[in-house]
């Protein structure tokens, strides 16, 4: 071990690892510098020794990198939502262009990746329509909420995230302001005792519409209709609920749900098809990325009306229904049957007749459909979580052979592995772009053409 615990360090930061840390090295040994950005010269305090590696906090920045710029939160350090906020925007686009290239390369066995240039964003900040505010106490007892700190459930308070839309700050003065006045007492994760765990906001960029969503662990509201009507002064106001989530869990939402007020869903669009969400209802978080998003993925499946489309981790349908106005027909598969319970009702919604959609894996669903009803596909898109594809999925479309195949991937790496099984069995890797969703963060999303060799 080279380094001691507390130790000082002088280096330059020249590089930027996979989850936004800087990278340099001192005497030959690497350091990770959480806050570190690229060009830095920094002093940095040794937080975790290895043998050969070490992790380092940011103590100085003695000569700023020309790409360093200042946050515009004041949390963004402490903060576990944002990674790279201190780096400037192109700096961060090239980031993760690199990102998906280095996976490609060196997962995919990749050497010239066919890169289109990343698709950013307008304005980098205000992007989010969803935020799941925390509440809980402050050291000094006073009622807080704000994000999760890196790695732990520390509450950072913010009620001004920059990612996410200023009507958030107007919906937490107010049902922080009436949990203060009634003296109703936030969850506590340690006891399970308490009431309001979450405040769920979502807001839809295209209509206004804004949905409150209180996650109590119980099922009553001390008042409640006194903060319906403090919430229903915000202009937009559609929906106000209550989930119930009495487990002493980490995962958000429970599974029952009381309306409040308004409507039990609100309404947005992504390139002119419209959407019901509901506080259960997966969507996309930046609907303008999206709609981005969703073009190239429909450009690259390059459909002139006739084609027979599978849409596999289709969700609420949003891509199905997208691919539905260009091709003759398109079929959906869903694990989640209240989201195939969506695709319907948004496929009827949008008069839109051509689609079909399963619930199940998609893993069993194609494989199945393909050998017991010998179904067949022009295009196949895919979009799975960031494990990427099962490999009967992979299997059974090389079985099935589409002239193409569009790969919608929130996982550079699981992509980077997926494609090289398809590409050692006859497909073509034509085209790669990434598209920025989550700008400040280290995520990026990919989408990958491949055509039939
Ligand atoms: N294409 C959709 C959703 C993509 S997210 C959109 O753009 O909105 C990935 C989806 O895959 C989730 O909805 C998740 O529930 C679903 N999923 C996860 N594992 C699956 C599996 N094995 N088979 C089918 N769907 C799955």
Redesign the pocket.
């Known amino acids: 071990m080279k380094f001691q615990k507390n130790e000082l360090v002088r280096l330059k930061i020249e590089d930027c690892g996979v989850d936004g840390q800087g990278i340099g090295r001192a005497d030959g040994f690497t350091v990770f510098v959480k806050d570190g950005v690229i060009g830095d010269t920094v002093t940095a305090r040794i937080v975790k020794a290895k043998k050969t590696y070490a992790y380092a906090r940011l103590e100085e920045v003695i000569e700023p990198s020309p790409f360093r710029v200042e946050p515009k939160c004041p949390c963004a350090r402490p903060c576990g939502g944002c990674q790279l906020q201190a780096l400037s925007y192109d700096r961060q686009l090239d980031f993760k262009t690199e990102r998906v290239r280095g996976h490609l390369e060196r997962i995919g066995g990749f050497s010239k990746v066919p890169m289109e240039p990343i698709i950013g964003m307008e304005e980098p900040y205000f992007y989010r329509n969803k935020a799941q505010f925390p509440v809980g106490k402050s050291r000094d007892g006073r009622i807080i909420t704000g994000f999760y700190a890196g790695r732990t459930h520390t509450i950072v308070e913010n009620r001004d995230c920059v990612l996410g839309v200023p009507e958030n700050r107007q919906v937490l003065d107010r049902v922080i302001g009436h949990m203060e006045r009634f003296h109703i007492p936030p969850y506590e994760e340690t006891t399970g005792k308490g009431l309001v765990r979450h405040i769920l906001i979502r807001y839809g960029f295209f209509t206004g519409e804004i949905m409150v969503c209180l996650v109590l662990n119980g099922d009553r509201l001390p008042h409640a209709s006194l903060l319906v009507e403090a919430l229903r002064e915000i202009p937009g106001m559609t929906s106000i609920m209550v989930n119930v989530n009495r487990k002493q869990t980490n995962v958000i939402l429970g599974e029952s749900l009381l309306l409040l007020w308004g409507k039990p869903y609100i309404t947005d669009t992504i390139g002119g098809i419209s959407f019901q969400i509901s506080p259960l209802s997966?969507?996309?978080v930046n609907p303008r990325q999206t709609g981005r998003l969703y073009a190239k993925a429909l450009e690259y499946a390059d459909l002139h009306g006739e084609e027979t489309v599978w849409d596999?981790?289709?969700?609420?349908g949003?891509?199905s229904l997208f691919l539905a106005q260009r091709a003759g027909f398109v079929r959906g598969?869903?694990?989640?049957p209240a989201?195939i319970e969506n695709a319907r009702q948004n496929a009827r919604r949008n008069g839109i007749e051509n689609v079909e959609f399963f619930v199940?894996?998609?893993?069993e669903v194609l494989p199945e459909e393909y050998r017991r009803n010998g179904v067949y596909a022009d295009v196949i898109v895919v979009?799975?979580?960031r494990k990427g594809c099962?490999e009967r999925v992979l299997s059974t479309m090389e079985e099935m052979s589409p002239r193409r195949i569009v790969y919608?991937s929130c996982d550079s790496a699981t992509l980077a592995r997926d494609l090289k099984y398809l590409c050692a069995r006859g497909y073509i890797l034509e085209k790669v772009c990434p598209v920025d969703q989550f700008a400040q963060t280290v995520e990026v999303e990919t989408v990958a053409k491949l055509r039939r060799g």
Do not use: H, M, R, S
């Open positions: 997966f969507y996309q596999l981790y289709c969700g609420i949003t891509i598969v869903e694990v989640v989201a199940g894996k998609a893993e979009d799975p979580p099962d919608v």
